[in-house]
């Protein structure tokens, strides 16, 4: 079963993409990684979170994993969801960390932190908009303290 981000793609590009995914995870180097971020710029990133159908894994999960700095910033860059999950529960700073890629670690999580932040504050302005549409201004009263 394929994701619905998977769906709407063309399933040659899609099948691409997953076997871009296991040749990455599976080579010693970076280069199959590099190769798989090629795969995804030749349709403009289209597929960027594509799932591997046995294991889940994203392209940010293997890139993390494998310590390939360039093609995680790039990966982020191009709208990459550092929150999901692959078939185990682990998201790319768990992968980051199970390889020991510490620093990719660090920089995926402080993502999901600037995600959080961002969310947080369009919840809060999401909250001020509605109450302003609610509130009748002639009923709200003001104390002044003085």
């Known amino acids: 079963m394929r994701f619905r981000v998977q769906a709407a793609l063309d399933p040659a590009h899609v099948d691409a993409i997953e076997a871009a995914i296991m040749a990455a995870f599976l080579d010693e180097g970076v280069a199959a990684v590099e190769a798989l971020v090629e795969t995804l710029a030749d349709r403009e990133f289209t597929g960027v979170d594509v799932c591997h159908p046995t294991t889940g894994a994203t392209p940010l999960m293997v890139a ?83």
């Open 64 to 146: 993390a994993a494998k310590g390939a700095e360039g093609a995680v910033a790039t990966l982020l860059a191009h709208g990459a969801d550092v929150r999901r999950r692959s078939k185990d529960g682990s998201n790319a700073r768990h992968w980051a960390e199970r390889f020991h890629q510490p620093g990719l670690a660090t920089l995926v999580e402080a993502k999901e932190v600037e995600l959080a932040q961002a969310e947080a504050q369009e919840g809060t302005q999401a909250a001020l908009a509605k109450y302003q549409l609610e509130v009748d201004p002639n009923e709200v009263r003001a104390t002044v303290p003085g």
